[in-house]
């Protein structure tokens, strides 16, 4: 019995013994294989890729995955302005990925000089849900058509009176901040001001963020996206991952995604059905009356663009509002220039509005123009594809087909081959003095560079409303208010960015005026 129970044990071992090392043979095997591939394509990419004669930072060509890990840890976009600072205005970034920082690169890449680049991010018409960011070129342009009436100089006169409720509101509120003293972190205020006069204009209706300190559905999905951010980069570097993830968290990615939308369908649905606002000159009622025309917005495009809406005019012009006003405090002279501006141009608060802004302010806009250029709202690259079939020349380089392309806004805009002192918050290279005077040091400043909104057919159709906003709630902010940053934002700047900037709360003692 023993016997046959050894020679069988014997038996069972060698079995084991054999797949394991079967096993191991072939884990080896594709280990050796990876490897051999890697090695091979860095070859490739760095020494006969198409792209080869381009200069960029090896590492990155031969290893993609290094980038990424940069994305991830929130400093990718400073690795990126390094880089053109070491190598110029076309960098390689990638085996098929070149950035640039000169100004002919807006018009050649975005501009309407040849067929459309498509976006890198547009998978054919899979993303196109309606909404005209990721629309494919003929979609586009027919909701460009229907859209851009709601952002005509005749829609904005509508839509003034509607903003000024949010703006008076801030006011009421920073007042009540200012009588208790403490300090107070300014971008909840901005970020509740222009996310509740953006849904105003959108649904028609309240959010309550200025009367009730309440966040909603949209600032909180950007705070979330934000925290998320590290693993999303992490997983899109390998199909295992992005597999592992779906099956993790995908039903509940899926299922907050679809409350989502839900709630901003209803929104929208209400606010279509709501015969009382017609004629209200806000975004829907404009983008309504394209019904019956050849470039009618269906329901579905309603609800999409004005959920796209909410993000993308709200996000961007309340970060605009906390740069400008950190570079402000931080630059005393500037702050005492444009405040003084704005006291002596105006008697009265209510005094202020859109027209008498622009016409009264030019150094609040050179302000503004300023923190766009230092802290642009979107700082990274917007990507798109080179065409199929043959080349496509880029600020006179022959850039092969089917490579991700884009102007990098952060490098552009503080690149010194752009602009001098680059660096600093200097509003007055915005002025007559210095674009007219050849004697000025930033006579020569390449701002042609400078598309904070971006560039020909896609550039951003709120860039008119987004400056009047800005304008009227920082003069008013700065006609009512003494502002001082706080010790612990004295260095807010230093900010990573993995998509958006991840700002931190920025701090700051609003007082009342003295005079
Ligand atoms: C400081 C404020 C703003 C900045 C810096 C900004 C910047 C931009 C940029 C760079 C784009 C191009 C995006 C791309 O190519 O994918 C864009 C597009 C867009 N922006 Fe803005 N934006 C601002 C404010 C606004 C406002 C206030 C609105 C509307 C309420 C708005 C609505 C849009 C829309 C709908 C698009 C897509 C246009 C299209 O695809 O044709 N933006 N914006």
């Known amino acids: 019995m023993t016997g046959i129970r050894g020679f069988l044990y014997q038996k069972l071992e060698g079995v084991h013994l054999a797949s394991w090392r079967g096993a191991l043979l072939l884990v080896a095997t594709f280990i050796i294989f990876q490897i051999l591939h890697t090695a091979v394509t860095a070859i490739y990419n760095i020494y006969f890729h198409p792209l080869r004669e381009i200069p960029g930072p090896k590492l990155w060509i031969a290893f993609p995955l290094l980038k990424n890990l940069h994305?991830?840890?929130?400093?990718?976009?400073?690795?990126?302005?390094?880089?053109?600072?070491?190598?110029?205005?076309?960098?390689?970034?990638?085996?098929?990925?070149?950035?640039?920082?000169?100004p002919e690169a807006w018009r050649d890449i975005y501009g309407h000089g040849h067929a459309e680049l498509p976006k890198s991010y547009v998978k054919g018409s899979a993303m196109d849900d309606g909404s005209i960011v990721y629309s494919n070129a003929s979609n586009h342009f027919r909701l460009r058509k229907a859209m851009q009436p709601a952002f005509s100089e005749k829609a904005l006169r509508q839509q003034e009176p509607l903003i000024r409720v949010y703006v008076?509101?801030?006011?009421?509120?920073?007042?009540?901040?200012?009588?208790?003293?403490?300090?107070?972190?300014?971008?909840?205020?901005?970020?509740?001001?222009?996310?509740?006069?953006?849904?105003?204009?959108?649904?028609?209706?309240?959010l309550h963020g200025l009367a009730g300190g309440k966040s909603n559905m949209w600032i909180d999905n950007i705070e979330k996206l934000m925290k998320l951010m590290p693993i999303l980069v992490l997983v899109t570097t390998s199909p295992l991952l992005s597999k592992v993830l779906q099956f993790v968290a995908g039903p509940k990615i899926r299922k907050s995604k679809a409350k989502h939308k839900e709630a901003s369908e209803l929104m929208a649905m209400k606010r279509i059905n709501r015969k009382e606002q017609v004629d209200r000159g806000d975004f829907m009622d404009y983008m309504m009356r394209s019904r019956?025309?050849?470039?009618?917005?269906?329901?579905?495009?309603?609800?999409?663009?004005?959920?796209?809406?909410?993000?993308?005019?709200?996000?961007?012009?309340?970060?605009?509002?906390?740069?400008?006003?950190?570079?402000?405090?931080?630059?005393?002279?500037?702050?005492?220039?444009?405040?003084?501006?704005?006291?002596?141009?105006?008697?009265?608060?209510?005094?202020?509005?859109?027209?008498?802004?622009?016409?009264?302010?030019?150094?609040?806009?050179?302000?503004l123009d300023e923190a766009l250029r230092i802290f642009p709202s979107i700082p990274i690259s917007l990507t798109r594809k080179t065409l199929p079939g043959a080349p496509t020349p880029i600020a006179g380089v022959m850039i092969p087909e089917n490579t991700k392309v884009g102007v990098h806004q952060l490098s552009a805009f503080h690149s010194e081959r752009n602009f001098y002192r680059a660096k600093e918050y200097i509003p007055e290279r915005w002025l007559p003095e210095s674009t007219n005077d050849p004697s000025s040091p930033f006579y020569n400043d390449r701002r042609e560079v400078h598309k904070p909104f971006s560039f020909g057919p896609r550039d951003c159709i709120g860039r008119n409303l987004a400056y009047h906003e800005m304008r009227l709630i920082m003069a008013r902010l700065l006609w009512n208010f003494d502002l001082a940053l706080e010790e612990q934002s004295k260095n807010w700047h230093e900010q990573k960015i993995r998509g958006l900037w991840e700002k931190p709360p920025l701090m700051v003692f609003v007082k009342r005026r003295t005079e």
């Not at 009421?172 to 509740?196: M, P, Q």
């Not at 570079?327 to 501006?341: A, D, F, G, I, Y």
């Not at 859109?354 to 016409?359: C, M, N």
Request: with cysteine; glycine share 6%.
């Open 71 to 102: 994305m991830m840890g929130g400093d990718l976009d400073f690795k990126v302005r390094a880089a053109h600072e070491k190598y110029g205005d076309v960098v390689r970034f990638g085996p098929d990925q070149v950035g640039f920082t000169c």
């Open 292 to 367: 019956g025309e050849k470039h009618e917005m269906t329901d579905a495009e309603l609800v999409a663009n004005c959920d796209l809406l909410m993000i993308a005019g709200s996000e961007t012009t309340a970060s605009l509002l906390s740069g400008v006003t950190y570079w402000l405090l931080k630059t005393p002279h500037s702050l005492k220039k444009v405040t003084e501006e704005v006291r002596s141009m105006f008697e009265r608060d209510e005094d202020i509005d859109f027209i008498e802004a622009s016409a009264k302010l030019p150094y609040m806009l050179a302000c």
């Open 168 to 206: 008076d509101l801030l006011m009421e509120r920073l007042r009540e901040v200012a009588d208790k003293g403490d300090s107070t972190n300014i971008i909840r205020w901005y970020n509740f001001t222009t996310f509740d006069l953006i849904a105003d204009l959108a649904y028609g209706e309240e």
